[in-house]
């Protein structure tokens, strides 16, 4: 098996990021980015999807973290796409359930070759600390695009809005995690992409 790595930069009038990525880590994060709470939402994909993550971004902060909140999940979903290569062997579904207390979300994930988003979170509040909640769309909706996944994130309950996205991320990589699993059965194909296997 090789190895499934990759480096991918994304440099714009707004932003520059670097994004590398071991889908076969230990999930190890290291992440420069200006907008703590988002790192602290990708350290839990890198824990729990079992990925090393190494996220750098310099963006125009100074106006909002819009840009660099969607331009990091832009990346992330290209450097995904070149670290899977050609996708032979992998389990591509993946789903989790994952509870924080009151709050309970499922996340469910199909590396299908074709970008689609259901997006189902009712926040009970704008604002996390500084951090817009709006932003988590635009991450997820720019990660679907460049990954070419469908991907279903539903908050099922909760309160408390950190709870509810702290849920969500988890579950994403805990879902990555499983989808990404090689499966002895599917090492001599790849994964259709216009129906079931």
């Known amino acids: 098996m090789s190895k499934r790595k990759a480096s991918v930069e994304r ?16 999930g190890k994060g290291q992440f420069n980015t200006g907008v703590p709470f988002l790192e602290h939402m990708m350290d ?7 990925v ?10 100074h106006i909002d973290d819009h840009h660099t909140v969607e331009d990091i ?4 979903g290209q450097a995904f796409t070149k670290a899977i290569g050609d996708k032979k062997g992998i389990t591509r579904y993946g789903h989790a359930y994952v509870p924080l207390d009151e709050a309970l979300s499922r996340v469910v994930i ?6 689609g988003l259901e ?26 695009n460049h990954a070419n996944v469908t991907l279903h994130i539903d908050n099922l309950r909760g309160r408390n809005s950190h709870h509810q996205i702290e849920t969500v991320f ?12 090689f499966d002895p059965r599917m090492s001599g194909q790849m994964p259709s992409t216009k129906g079931s296997l």
């Open 11 to 26: 440099n714009t009038l707004e932003t520059e990021i670097r994004v590398d990525i071991n889908l076969d880590g230990t």
């Open 44 to 50: 839990q994909i890198a824990r729990h999807g079992m």
């Open 52 to 61: 090393d993550l190494d996220i750098k971004a310099d963006g125009d902060n």
């Open 73 to 76: 999940g832009i990346t992330l």
């Open 110 to 115: 199909d590396f299908s070759g074709r970008p």
């Open 119 to 144: 997006y189902n979170i009712d926040f009970t509040r704008a604002h996390i600390g500084q951090f817009d909640v709006d932003l988590f769309y635009e991450f997820f909706q720019g990660f679907v």
């Open 170 to 181: 988890k579950a994403f990589g805990r879902a990555l995690r499983m989808a990404l699993t």
